[in-house]
């Protein structure tokens, strides 16, 4: 699976930011697909995580402002951010979780996909 994120940039804070992630290449299935961030000197962090069913989770700093969602027809994820702070200021990266093939899916299997991630800078 191949991830190829858009939509990073620079925007003052209270600005908005729409991050895209469409997901190319052939899995049986893929379970989750996510965003995650990177700032210097931290651990990369989940931001949100969206499931084939819809259901979500986001880190808690980022809750009631960002929304994630799913086109599960396209393969693709995007996270919408609102209100946006200084401290988001990070490297966001688009993840997916899958089952690469009936085996895999079977044995219980699942496989993780990055991508190259992209430069988001809150200015205050």
């Known amino acids: 699976v191949q991830l190829q994120a858009s939509g990073g940039g620079w925007v003052q804070t209270g600005g908005s930011l729409r991050l895209s992630c469409a997901a190319s290449?052939?899995?049986?299935?893929?379970?989750?697909m996510g965003w995650y961030r990177q700032s210097p000197g931290n651990q990369r962090e989940l931001v949100a995580v969206i499931t084939t069913a819809g259901g979500t989770d986001y880190a808690d700093s980022v809750k009631g402002r960002f929304t994630i969602s799913r086109d599960n027809a396209k393969n693709t994820v995007e996270l919408q951010m609102n209100s946006l702070k200084p401290e988001d200021t990070a490297v966001y990266y688009c993840n997916v979780v899958a089952n690469e093939d009936i085996k895999s899916w079977k044995d219980g299997r699942t496989t993780t996909y990055w991508g190259k991630g992209t430069q988001v800078t809150v200015s205050s």
């Open positions: 290449g052939s899995v049986l299935r893929i379970i989750t």
